[in-house]
């Protein structure tokens, strides 16, 4: 799949222009401070690129849980990086002034795009008048681009559009897995399973195992007819054409909490009705561990364990697996990068995505909202 990138802007085509830049703001936070600055690194390069080549740029994002989030303390994380200014407002009528006196080589951030329900409305009127602050707009938020909102596909529609550095080596890295080199381990955990579903159906066929851990493992030993005690599942969910494929890796045996509070190993066909299974088991991870050590290629997603109630023992287990065996790793979630540590700048693992649902998305799809916006805009300028 191809899409423009900056790599495809000349030098000449960026010193006093405007560029819009779409960023993934949604950081943790805490005592006002960026806490976890995983995804505001990855965009680093963008930043560094227009900067240096005397743009100016306006970025945008957005912040939860609650729509008066502020993304003020991202701004002042970039501040120590590159001459950063903020305003705590994202209607274009009312920061126009102040990206008309942008310098070259400075950033301006606006408030949380979230802040106005046009933004997950996909509002037209919004996004032209976003669109107005601006030469050109890119995309650096894939985790982002799961979501028809009006900064992702709205934009691209009123302006030359580009996909940012990290957008573009999500694309490449994470489209290995489409035509992977063999043996390939596909790995899933967490909660969700319905979301996931759709990844186990797809990626059952093209691996040569897909290890279904955590809270999803529940829902298959229903369909077994095992008990679960009162263990998390899915209901509703149709595993008859899954249930018995060869290559479906099930867990042996898991921990579970029992009625008095101990943790303990049991076979994953004996839980008892007041068990509440929260991890893998030891034997489960041996299998998966000698899986692992023979993959070319191994995606991971999701933790193996409650990581919530502290049960991260066979998640960190499966990082150090993978990330001392001599196969391709591409792992991302959420969950499963707060499990395992933020990433630093030497990281364990060859690729890192940024997104969680953009990520299972575009495994699924082989696209998101967002890449089809970007193509769709660079087609009609074509």
């Not at 227009?50 to 701004?75: D, K, T």
């Not at 407002?89 to 046009?118: I, T």
């Amino acid at each position: 799949m191809t899409v423009s990138s900056l790599s495809d802007i000349k030098d000449a085509d960026v010193k006093g222009k405007t560029f819009l830049v779409r960023i993934d703001t949604n950081v943790s936070l805490e005592e006002g401070s960026v806490k976890s600055d995983f995804r505001l690194r990855a965009v680093l390069p963008t930043f560094e690129f227009l900067l240096e080549r005397g743009a100016r740029v306006v970025a945008v994002g957005h912040m939860e849980p609650s729509p008066e989030a502020s993304i003020e303390a991202v701004a002042e994380y970039y501040k120590k990086l590159f001459p950063t200014s903020f305003i705590k407002s994202c209607e274009p009528e009312h920061v126009r002034g102040h990206v008309d006196v942008l310098k070259n080589g400075e950033v301006l951030f606006l408030e949380n795009l979230r802040s106005l329900p046009y933004e997950k409305e996909n509002d037209e009127h919004f996004a032209r008048a976003l669109a107005s602050l601006a030469d050109v707009y890119v995309n650096e938020a894939f985790s982002v681009s799961h979501r028809a909102h009006a900064s992702v596909v709205g934009i691209p529609r009123h302006l030359p559009s580009f996909a940012g550095f990290c957008f573009e080596k999500e694309i490449r890295e994470l489209s290995f897995s489409f035509s992977p080199e063999r043996p390939f381990v596909f790995i899933l955990g967490g909660l969700k399973f319905k979301t996931k579903a759709p990844l186990i159906e797809k990626f059952i066929l093209r691996s040569d195992v897909v290890f279904v851990g955590g809270a999803l493992a529940n829902s298959f030993f229903k369909e077994k007819g095992w008990e679960i005690g009162v263990s998390a599942f899915d209901e509703g969910v149709d595993l008859s054409g899954l249930i018995e494929k060869k290559n479906l890796f099930l867990p042996v045996d898991v921990v579970v909490e029992n009625e008095g509070g101990a943790s303990v190993v049991v076979e994953a066909s004996g839980v008892s009705g007041s068990d509440n299974i929260v991890d893998i088991g030891p034997e489960t991870m041996k299998i998966l561990m000698e899986k692992i050590s023979s993959a070319q290629l191994v995606v991971w997603n999701g933790p193996m364990g409650n990581i919530e109630k502290g049960f991260t023992r066979y998640t960190h287990a499966v990082a150090e697996e993978v990330s001392r065996s001599k196969c391709y790793s591409i792992v991302g979630g959420g969950d499963t990068i707060a499990a395992v540590g933020d990433p630093g700048p030497d990281d364990r693992f060859s690729f890192i995505s940024t997104g969680g649902g953009a990520m299972l998305d575009f495994l699924v799809n082989e696209t998101l909202p967002g890449i089809d916006a970007l193509r769709k805009s660079q087609k009609d300028r074509s």
